[in-house]
């Protein structure tokens, strides 16, 4: 705001202000705003705090102030203080810090590899590529093939020993429930 205006309203009223004042005053605000103005500005000085305090309260103050260390910088801290933080410190990492991996680590970095097969389509067939199917030999007759080509084995013999020992266990006709559970006819 104009500081003349504000003179200006601290000393008159809008309706006692000069045709020259009154046309200053327009220029910038209307003459509503100038008399909240004029109003807010007389009930300050009543919020006025009073007298200031003497010049010498002020210099005991500025003297004190500059014998007295900042923060931070009052005074050393004791030995056993500071091995304390060190130690307590020192704990906290030990006690928070990760357990070690287990096992093998796992590599930095894993790549995925991949085979990529091109496949390439031929639309036309060269003349010579195609082989022209020769005819079959006519099929032997049935009484040939049954002929055996191969000569026979010969029977198996078992070896010489004894074959007297008696079985053990039941016999299968002696248990039909295990017949049914191996046949399982129902």
Excluded: H
């Excluded at 009930?43 to 005991?60: F, N, Q, V």
């Excluded at 991996?101 to 085979?115: E, S, W």
């Amino acid at each position: 705001m104009n500081d003349y205006i504000e003179k200006l309203a601290l000393e008159k009223a809008f309706g006692e202000l000069s045709a020259a004042e009154r046309a200053a005053v327009l220029e910038t605000i209307p003459a509503e705003v100038y008399e909240r103005m004029r109003a807010i500005l007389l009930r300050a000085a009543a919020l006025d705090p009073g007298p200031p305090p003497p010049a010498s309260l002020r210099e005991k103050l500025l003297a004190r102030m500059a014998a007295t260390p900042p923060p931070g910088q009052r005074g050393r801290v004791p030995l056993w203080q500071a091995a304390a933080a060190v130690l307590l410190t020192a704990a906290a990492v030990w006690f928070w810090k990760p357990p070690p991996p287990c096992g093998d680590p796992a590599p930095a970095a894993q790549g995925r590899t991949d085979t990529v097969f091109v496949e390439k389509i031929v639309w036309k067939i060269p003349a010579g590529a195609v082989k022209k199917a020769s005819p079959r030999p006519a099929p032997a007759p049935l009484a040939a093939q049954t002929e055996r080509k191969t000569p026979a084995l010969p029977e198996p013999t078992l070896p010489a020993g004894n074959f007297d020992a008696p079985a053990a266990g039941n016999p299968l006709g002696n248990e039909p429930e295990l017949i049914d559970f191996f046949v399982q006819l129902k």
